[in-house]
């Protein structure tokens, strides 16, 4: 068996052959996480996997460049949705109400992302401390609930790894665990990630990323795989639309990387990522 750990099933790339996509992925002992984007996506990734009894997940939360929408232009991405991109406030209550699903396994995709940015120092600022402010929330979710996390960070790894350290409570029964989605940065980032308590998310990014070295150093029982579908194509399929059975692909390139056999990766990370979220 496989679990893809972030997919994004809900999305309107694929609206009309979802259920077909599923039932595939599934006879192929392919099990899969659809992971929300704002309130949206995040419901229907709920939706979708009530009607499964198993093999569908959800996390749900608000992406990080949706809580800063004011500051810089984004366009609407067709493969995500039809909707305006206008959500600028995280509502704790309206998605902790999503997450009473016994179906919602984390909280996520959450985190920082600098890489589209304003280009004045003020609005930067601000930029970057409501990040911070509507990550912080949505942490205080995942502490309430005691659900892992799922971590968006793309050239922000300095400031999420400083948050995460900071945000360690000894004093309770919480343990902040998670995985860091789409993992493209070094390997000392990768070892304090890990000494916090994180798995490693690797997805077909590492065919145009290089960060061969971190995944032979890194041990197997940190990492989990992952597609971000219908994102990041691997080269193998070039062309299409990236779907749950591709991670085969990330899979075989761990297993070369690692002098492993592909039933060995995928076994492990099966269990690391059943570990993880509780499935």
Request: glycine share 4%; net charge neutral; aromatic share 10%.
């Amino acid at each position: 068996m496989i679990i893809d750990t972030h997919s994004h099933l809900q999305f309107n790339a694929f609206h009309e052959d979802s259920d077909e996509v599923i039932k595939m992925s599934l006879a192929e002992h392919i099990w899969m996480v659809n992971v929300g984007t704002k309130y949206e996506t995040s419901k229907n990734a709920v939706a979708m996997a009530e009607k499964y009894q198993d093999g569908i997940y959800a996390a749900v939360g608000l992406h990080p460049m949706y809580a800063v929408a004011e500051f810089i232009k984004l366009k609407t991405d067709s493969n995500e949705g039809n909707f305006l991109i206008k959500e600028q406030s995280f509502d704790k209550e309206k998605y902790r109400e999503l997450a009473k699903s016994k179906k919602v396994v984390a909280i996520g995709e959450i985190g920082l992302d600098y890489y589209y940015r304003p280009k004045t120092t003020e609005k930067l600022q601000q930029f970057k401390e409501k990040q911070k402010k509507i990550f912080l929330e949505q942490l205080d979710l995942a502490k309430d609930l005691n659900l892992p996390v799922i971590l968006h960070c793309r050239m922000a790894h300095d400031d999420l790894i400083k948050i995460l350290l900071n945000y360690q409570l000894p004093a309770t029964n919480y343990k902040l665990s998670g995985v860091i989605h789409c993992f493209t940065g070094t390997l000392e980032q990768a070892q304090k990630y890990i000494k916090m308590g994180f798995c490693i998310g690797i997805n077909s990014i590492i065919f145009k990323f290089n960060i061969d070295h971190v995944i032979k150093e890194i041990s197997l029982e940190n990492i989990v795989v992952e597609t971000d579908c219908p994102y990041l194509t691997p080269p193998q399929e070039e062309g299409k639309r990236n779907e749950p059975i591709f991670v085969k692909h990330t899979i075989q390139r761990i297993a070369d990387l690692k002098g492993i056999s592909f039933t060995e990766i995928c076994s492990k990370t099966t269990e690391n990522a059943r570990k993880l979220f509780s499935i």
